[in-house]
């Protein structure tokens, strides 16, 4: 039994995301769980980023169990689920670019934005005539449209599956199958990451499904947005540890405060921690600039 926390190193940490990670450490470590590392580097890698990543969590006392699993070392294991979605003849070639999956119309018994199907059933032939002209994604032959997951936060939450991509054109793992087949391999049965991502967990524990995995409980908790109701970003300002550090700001207790959590250290906001209590709407954040405090509500 694990929680984890999975970033992308393709930049710093900010404090909203740094504040996730707080959260997913508090509610493994509060219900017995291991908390494990992943760092999704299969896609946008900046250099340095793993390393800064690391450091920020350290400095806000938050531990990990065992060695930190880097995502593009799971190939072999991303393969053969792959592979065992394929023997089971769930998947098919797509050709489609971006652009022409906007622009195709969208099928009505299929959910808004879903794949609307166009190379679900091209025969072998059209296939090896496309596969002339540009390498193909692999996407799933979803035989449900929708799925339902629980969410300690949300309760239970019904999104939609179409047939997304495992693998795309360009050879890469996608998101969706990398992350289910690494929280199974190590073992983490509850993911607590940003609900931006909410829509995202049905397809996911779909896929573990096919997979033969088990379902992780999950807890998505509201995202930290700027002045403007936008998602925090860096250009807001001063949002990453060093930056608010280099102001004067001790960056745990605002993150502490924003969750009503007592400080002066994450240990002691562990022993306080009720997943119950927790603030349920976005955190606005105003980075502060010099000479002025933070704020945030
Ligand atoms: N790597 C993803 C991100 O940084 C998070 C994936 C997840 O938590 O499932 O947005």
């Known amino acids: 039994m694990a929680g984890r926390f999975a ?6 940490l ?3 995301n740094l504040r996730t990670a707080l959260l997913a450490w ?3 470590r509060s219900s017995g769980r291991r908390f494990v590392l992943r760092v999704e580097d299969l896609d946008r890698v900046a250099a340095g980023a793993e390393q800064s990543q690391l450091d920020d969590l350290r400095a806000l006392g938050i531990d990990w169990d065992g060695p930190v699993l880097r995502q593009s070392e799971c190939g072999g294991r991303h393969d053969l689920a792959i592979g065992q979605l394929v023997e089971q003849g769930r998947t098919f070639e797509c050709f489609c670019t971006r652009r022409e999956i906007l622009e195709a119309p969208s ?3 299929l959910p808004p934005g879903a794949y609307p199907g166009t190379c679900r059933d091209l025969t072998e032939a059209e296939r090896a005539v496309r596969r002339a002209e540009r390498p193909p994604a692999l996407r799933l032959r979803a035989d449900v449209t929708e799925w339902t997951v629980h969410d300690v936060l949300h309760g239970d939450f019904t999104g939609a599956v179409d047939d997304l991509v495992l693998r795309r054109g360009d050879g890469v793992v996608a ?3 990398a992350v289910v087949v690494d929280d199974a391999a190590q073992d983490v049965d509850q993911v607590v990451r940003g609900d931006d991502l909410l829509t995202s967990a049905p397809r996911q ?6 997979l033969g995995l088990p379902q992780p409980e999950y807890a998505h908790v509201p995202l930290a947005l700027n002045a403007d109701g936008r998602r925090l970003a860096k250009r807001d300002g001063a949002v990453t540890r060093i930056d608010l550090e280099t102001l004067g700001v001790d960056v745990l207790a605002m993150i502490l405060d924003s969750l009503h959590l007592p400080g002066p250290d994450a240990t002691a906001a562990l022993r306080a921690f009720d997943p119950s209590a927790l603030p349920r709407s976005a955190w606005i954040v105003i980075p502060p600039t010099r000479g002025a405090p933070p ?3």
């Not at 970033?7 to 710093?12: A, L, N, R, V």
């Open 7 to 12: 970033p992308s190193p393709s930049g710093d």
């Open 107 to 109: 099928a009505p018994h």
């Open 295 to 297: 704020a945030g509500r």
């Open 205 to 210: 524990a779909h896929l573990a499904s096919l």
């Open 14 to 16: 900010h404090v909203g």
């Open 26 to 28: 508090l509610f493994a």
């Open 175 to 177: 998101y969706n199958l």
